[in-house]
């Protein structure tokens, strides 16, 4: 680390430089300020004021300005002025930004500049007093933590390692920047004195003034605007996962934040190269920005898409109701629920189709005590566009972009979710297998195929067929069934089988759609949508 102290310009060269110009009305003419001047005179009284701020990027010595300036302001006191002249104008690094100002009364005046961020915040402060004649002058100031009779301004400035930091007496009475850790102490700053530091270790450090105990200030070393480098997925409903990868996110999140379009998300891990979150409920699906800001320094934002739920419903995949615990369950939907059927705490799938109005469920039947599955012909109620679901017929829930499922009479009962078959099962969650009655002899169900041959599985000549539970383990490339055997009439009967065609849920199907299960030694085929295949047939379907 190194410190020096410097009259006021000795440091030329560091960072930012202010050229400011001035020429008398021979000197030609120049453009009125913003909102024209306040004050009196004319004529060779008045004069003209060019201002440019020049961005030499990195030095030796650090940059000086923080990255998240955006915009500098200028405005002009003094001598002739009712009132401030002021502009204010975009940042464009690398690019000198201009100011003018015309028919300035002349006499002395106070030009101060204003790093701001794009919120109005300012970042980096510097005053200088000039005297506006007649004839042309120039003059250089560097841009730093301005020191006034009042404090410094900004007070919390935040930088990189390495980076130098000027504080510019602009008060009228000496100060002094003094580290509380006794890292660095300026002494006395003159009036018009400036005095730099450069930082390299990262952390805060807290100063003061010695002769003024109560301006205080700190310096936050960080390392480095935080980066994004990538989003999975890049698009998302509300309330899935996000990760975030990048660079200079901090070891902990502290008071760090991610934004999707402004919108807070809430953060599950926070490690310094990668962040999980959830994306929050939004204003509106569609295309936004996802930030990270880091102790007051965002990132660059990379484009994310908020995806409708009504969208995902109606392209036929299947979704997972999961609806809310109950103390009381008796009462949990009460007359909303004529059938029963519904159980607090318990998850449904559905499936929509489209083509067909018709809804699919499988899940716990509070009514008979099992899991089942039914196709819904086509209804009134039930339209995604309307933002309606209908589980069993149930004809008053309804959901919104934020994945909740209402009733409509106790409000928020549960929420939704997607539902990968294939994942479901590699990880090891148990599910059903449900199978179509397609007749009422069970001798030739499933519409004559040789699908049965054991004679195992049931048909009832009900509307539904007994449920099969199953469950695959993936370590041992096992398969467990429990159910009615029918050929030994045992309503709870369960073995374990494993064949090294069918070991897996995803070897030895050609079509990358399709997938295998085993059940009691036999091998079936399912799609994406939870359907059960028999020769291209569908025989059943899958639940939890």
């Known amino acids: 680390m190194s410190m020096k102290r410097d009259p006021l310009g000795a440091v030329a060269g560091v960072l930012l430089c202010i050229s400011i110009f001035l020429s008398g009305c021979g000197g ?38 923080p990255s998240k300036v955006s915009r500098i302001r200028v405005e002009i006191t003094g001598e002739g002025l009712s009132s401030p002249l002021a502009d204010t104008r975009d940042r464009i690094p690398g690019t000198p930004t201009s100011f003018s100002f015309a028919d300035v009364p002349l006499g002395n005046k106070t030009v101060s500049v204003f790093a701001l961020d794009s919120g109005g915040s300012t970042l980096a402060f510097r005053k200088i007093d000039i ?5 042309d002058t120039t003059s250089d100031v560097t841009l730093g933590v301005g020191v006034s009779d009042t404090g410094f301004t900004p007070r919390d400035f935040y930088i990189n390692p390495g980076d130098t930091v000027m ?69 998302a409903y509300v309330g899935f996962q996000v990760t975030l990868t990048g660079a200079n996110f901090g070891a902990t999140q502290g008071q760090s934040t991610v934004t999707f379009g402004g919108t807070t998300a809430s953060v599950t891990s926070w490690s310094d190269r990668e962040i999980k979150c959830t994306v929050p409920k939004v204003a509106a699906a569609g295309n936004t920005a996802v930030t990270v800001t880091v102790s007051g320094i965002s990132s660059n934002g990379m484009s994310f898409t908020v995806s409708l739920w009504k969208d995902y419903i109606k392209s036929g995949q299947p979704f997972r109701i999961i609806f809310d615990a109950a103390p009381n369950d008796d009462g949990w939907l009460g007359a909303n629920d004529p059938l029963g059927s519904i159980m607090g705490g318990k998850t449904y799938v559905c499936r929509y189709e489209q083509s067909t109005g018709k809804w699919f469920t ?46 409509s009479v106790y409000g ?13 099962i590699l990880s090891g969650q148990p599910f059903i297998l449900s199978f179509d009655r397609n007749t009422t002899d069970d001798t030739v169900w499933l519409g004559g195929y040789p699908v049965d041959f054991l004679g195992i599985f049931y048909v009832t000549t009900d509307t539904l067929s007994l449920s099969y539970k199953d469950t695959y383990n993936a370590g041992a490339g096992t398969w467990k069934t429990v159910g009615y055997n029918e050929s ?11 064949d090294t065609q069918v070991n897996s849920p995803w070897i030895g199907i050609a079509d990358p759609n399709l997938f295998q299960i085993m059940s009691w030694g036999l091998g ?20 939890i």
């Open 362 to 407: 499988t899940g716990y039947s509070e009514w008979n005590g099992d899991n089942k599955y039914t196709t819904s012909q086509p209804t009134v109620w039930g339209n995604p566009d309307q933002y309606q679901l209908n589980v069993w017929d149930y004809r008053q829930l309804t959901f919104n972009e934020a994945g909740e499922v209402i009733d």
């Open 131 to 135: 005297v506006v004649g007649t004839g």
């Open 488 to 498: 030994t009439g045992q309503p709870d009967y369960q073995t374990q089988s494993s």
């Open 524 to 543: 079936f085929t399912f799609n994406a949508q939870g359907e059960l295949l028999w020769q291209q047939n569908v025989i059943g379907h899958l639940g």
């Open 28 to 65: 030609g003419g120049g453009g009125r300020s913003p909102g024209g001047p306040s004050g009196s005179g004319s004529g060779a009284d008045r004069s003209n004021i060019s201002i440019t701020i020049r961005w030499p990027g990195e030095t030796p010595l650090g940059k000086l300005i």
């Open 167 to 235: 504080w510019s007496n602009g008060g009228s009475q000496i100060h002094t920047v003094t580290a509380d850790n006794g890292s660095f102490n300026s002494g006395d700053i003159a009036l018009g004195g400036t005095y730099t530091f450069q930082f390299a270790t990262l952390g805060d450090t807290s100063y003061h003034c010695t002769r003024h105990p109560s301006e205080t200030g700190k310096v936050s070393v960080q390392s480095g605007q935080p980066r994004l480098d990538s989003l999975s997925p890049a698009s």
């Open 412 to 424: 928020v009962v549960g929420h939704l979710a997607t539902h990968d078959w294939r994942a479901w």
